[in-house]
Structures are given as structure tokens and as C-alpha cells.
């Protein structure tokens, strides 16, 4: 072996050792530190709940820890599957209040692509969970539970009360679905007979499943008239008679049964026992009404002021 052939090979090596060396030392703990530093920041954007397109909701929601709360929010569909009325309802044990507001369907709410859309068309589109978060955004208070009701829930629940009563402030008679293709039939020129029609008279009406359903049927639509009208009434009517009727207040047994009913809610037969003792509070806490106004700011504190807590 020559003398350069041999110093080439002693330099080679010693070179690779150095670079082995430079390697293990430097190189491999930096790779390291890049890959941990990568691996801590996704675990963080993991953690951001970024589900906030057209939700509104913000930090501006709060709600009372000390005492029982109880705060839900019961939406009302029409036949046609939009909304027909939405009930805000806040029970605080601390403050003694019994706080309820109908909120107007015509408001505002922002969808998925950030559009302002009204909440009678919007609510038909969202889950429950997702009601609740508008809800929680629209009123400045957190809204934990939610319940969602349709004609035969609503019949249900009817059917528990005793005598449940609807005022209606002018005669509603329509044409009996049941009878299309007879009114078809009839030769040009006859008269319709009254029976079919159906008639719901003006005053105070005894609410029952066939009632409901009749209301619920009757959806008059021309300007200057709320579409659902005579929904949103049945709805509120039953919600202000529900917690002193003699057939739901109080009965346990009853209300839970309704619940079984029921199957688009969060309120499980736990929550309803944990709840039950302020549920029907309706008549003993101060019972306030919010009228719903129209400025954000004035909104909020109105929401608080009713509570007890602002």
C-alpha cells in the first residue's frame, strides 16, 4: 500500500467519525426539538373550538352558579315544519325568579355561511344543541337545555292537563281537508255544506288533541298577518297554563311520562328530578315576563334584570 493511498484512507475515517459525531451531538437533538414543537402546537389548535361560523355566541352568555338554575328553551314547530314559536324560560332558585320571554320569530340570527336569517327559518335547519347556542347568544344568557315540540307533543301534553282553555279572539272556520275531493265533486254553484268546514268558535275553547290539531291546521297566510299566528298562541297558551294546572303541577309521575313523549330534548328523567322541586315555581317566585326589545345592550340587561342578577 502506498503512503498517499494510506493517508487518504486514515483522513477519510476521521472525517466520518467527526461528522458521526457532529451528527449525535447537534443535528438530531435540533430534528427532535423541531418534531416535540410541531407535535405541542397541534395538540393546542386540537383544542380551539372553531365552530363558530354564523354562531354568534361569543363570551357574552353567563349564567348563575350559586343555587339551582334551571334555564331551557321550547321551540314550537307548525305543521309545515318551521317555527312557529320559541319560548325562553329561566328558573333561579337564589334570586326567587320565575323569568320567561316569547321570543319574536322574526329575529335575526346569523347561519352557517354568517348570513342574518330569521329564526323561523333558521331554527328548522339546527339541532337542539344548536338552537341553544343561538338562544344563549340572542338573550345573553347560557342556555343549557332545550325541548322541541311538534303537534302530537303538543296534543300529549294537552291531553295530561285538566280543562286547558285557548281564548280566541275571532271564529276560525276553514275547509276540512278530509273534504277536497267532496267540495271537487259538487256541481258548479252549490253551496258548501257547513259540515265541511271545520269551526272553531270564538271565546274560550277546552283544548284537547282534535283542537290542537285543528288549530295547528289552520296556517292563513296574506300581508299584514303573522303566518303562524294561531300556533305561536297555542303554544304560549299551554306554556302559560302548564306549571298551575292541576294535571302537570306537581305530578311527577305525569310530567316524567310526558317526558318519554318527548324525543327531541336534552332533559333526561335525571335532570327533570334534579330540577322538579323548582320546575312548578311558576305562581310562587316572582314571575317576571320579558317583553322582547329590539337594542342588544338594553336586551341583555333586560334578560339579567328579570333574573335577579344584574
Known amino acids: 500500500m502506498s503512503s498517499a493511498f494510506r493517508n487518504f484512507i486514515i483522513t477519510f475515517c476521521a472525517c466520518l467519525i467527526v461528522f458521526g459525531l457532529i451528527g449525535w451531538k447537534v443535528v438530531y437533538p435540533a430534528i ?3 418534531i416535540n414543537t410541531e407535535d405541542t402546537t397541534s395538540e393546542v389548535s386540537g383544542d380551539i373550538d372553531d365552530d363558530t361560523s354564523g354562531d354568534d355566541t361569543g363570551d357574552e352568555s353567563t349564567d348563575i352558579i350559586e343555587g339551582d338554575t334551571f334555564t331551557t328553551v321550547i321551540v314550537g314547530k307548525a305543521n309545515d315544519g318551521l317555527t312557529a314559536s320559541v319560548i325562553y324560560l329561566r328558573i333561579n332558585e337564589k334570586t326567587k325568579r320565575f323569568s320567561y320571554c316569547f321570543i319574536p320569530t322574526s329575529v335575526t340570527a346569523g347561519n352557517s355561511v354568517g348570513v342574518n336569517t330569521p329564526i323561523k327559518n ?7 344543541d344548536e338552537i341553544a347556542r ?8 347560557k342556555i343549557n337545555y332545550y325541548v322541541i315540540l311538534g303537534m302530537d307533543e303538543l296534543s300529549t301534553i294537552v291531553e295530561v292537563m285538566n280543562g286547558a282553555t285557548i281564548n280566541i279572539d275571532s271564529q276560525i272556520k276553514y275547509l276540512n281537508p278530509d273534504y277536497i275531493d267532496d267540495v271537487g265533486a259538487l256541481e258548479s254553484g252549490t253551496e258548501i255544506p257547513d259540515e265541511y268546514y271545520i269551526t272553531i268558535g270564538q271565546g274560550n275553547n277546552i283544548l284537547n288533541a282534535d283542537l290542537v290539531r285543528n288549530i295547528m291546521n289552520y296556517n292563513p297566510y ?3 298577518i303573522e303566518f303562524h299566528s294561531k300556533s305561536k298562541l297555542l303554544y304560549e297558551t299551554v306554556f302559560t297554563q302548564f306549571f298551575t294546572n292541576s294535571g302537570t303541577n306537581g305530578n311527577r309521575s305525569a310530567v316524567k311520562n310526558l317526558l318519554n313523549d318527548i324525543h327531541d330534548t336534552n332533559i333526561t328523567p335525571s335532570v327533570l328530578d334534579s330540577y322538579m322541586d323548582i320546575i312548578f315555581t311558576y305562581d310562587i317566585y316572582t314571575l317576571q315576563k320579558v317583553n322582547y326589545p329590539n337594542d342588544r345592550t338594553e336586551k341583555i340587561s333586560m334578560f ?3 333574573d335577579g342578577t344584574d
Do not use: D, P, R, W
Open 134 to 141: 343561538k338562544v344563549s347568544a340572542i338573550t345573553g344568557m
Open 222 to 224: 296574506s300581508e299584514g
Open 304 to 306: 339579567k334584570q328579570a
Open 32 to 34: 427532535n426539538e423541531v
Open 122 to 128: 333558521l331554527f328548522s335547519t339546527l339541532s337542539g
